[in-house]
């Protein structure tokens, strides 16, 4: 089954905790990218990565880092995660055309509560 | 920069009473705009893709049409199944591949 998977789905820590958010795709896709979902802003992207070693900021990058040594795995890592970084994470992946993605598959989120 | 916004945020609806959802955008060139569907607690799932003003494109009860500056999802006799929220999302052309999503509108379907 064509997939994006998410680990963990659920997630409590303190501040400061070093933490990775892993994301997998078995669709062979080489478009992957980062969103964080919060009431009122919507979706907004973290970082997305066109390729293996390609990767590039989105509208909120400040207090993340990614990835992408290999093409179906992108984790999200937060260093020094703070209360601000509360939020529904999804990773969602694509195949490319034309030098550019087409529509994105999502994985099924990451519930991170910062403390 | 990117600009998407949906109207209306919440919108309740009888079953078998039609109704549209709004997308306005503003994009340096448009490549592509897409439409995803998302229930409570679970990952966007992707609808449609938009490239050219006077595109539509169906799939069961909804269509999907897009002008130069908006697009709209039209819902036909909907059904409490179509309940959740809409997602519109916009692509620019370039070598940028920034999405930009609008907040969504929230869709209950009442039987």
């Known amino acids: 089954e064509a997939q994006v998977t998410q680990n963990p789905r659920y997630l409590i820590t303190v501040t400061g905790k070093k933490l990775t958010v892993t994301c997998s795709q078995n669709m062979n896709h080489e478009y992957m990218s980062w969103y964080r979902q919060d009431p009122g802003l919507g979706l907004r992207q973290i970082y997305y990565?066109?390729?293996?070693?390609?990767?590039d900021k989105g509208d909120v990058p400040e207090g993340y880092k990614v990835s992408r040594k290999e093409k179906r795995n992108f984790p999200l890592i937060l260093e020094s995660p703070s209360p601000n970084q509360t939020s529904l994470y999804f990773c969602?992946?694509?195949?490319?055309?034309?030098?550019?993605?087409?529509?994105?598959?999502f994985g099924p989120g990451t519930r991170l509560t910062v403390l | 920069e990117d600009q998407v916004t949906q109207s209306p945020e919440a919108l309740r609806l009888q079953e078998g009473e039609s109704s549209s959802l709004n997308c306005s955008y503003t994009v340096s060139g448009l490549r592509g705009l897409f439409w995803y569907r998302q229930d409570p607690g679970k990952g966007p799932e992707f609808l449609f893709t938009l490239y050219s003003a006077g595109e539509e494109k169906e799939k069961e009860r909804l269509k999907a049409t897009l002008t130069k500056k908006e697009s709209f999802l039209h819902i036909t006799a909907p059904k409490p199944e179509d309940s959740a929220t809409y997602l519109c999302?916009?692509?620019?052309?370039?070598?940028?591949?920034?999405?930009?999503f609008g907040i969504g509108t929230k869709l209950q379907v009442i039987p």
């Open positions: 969602a992946s694509s195949s490319v055309s034309g030098g550019s993605y087409n529509e994105q598959f």
């Open positions: 990565s066109m390729n293996v070693e390609v990767t």
């Open positions: 999302a916009v692509q620019a052309w370039g070598g940028y591949q920034k999405v930009t």
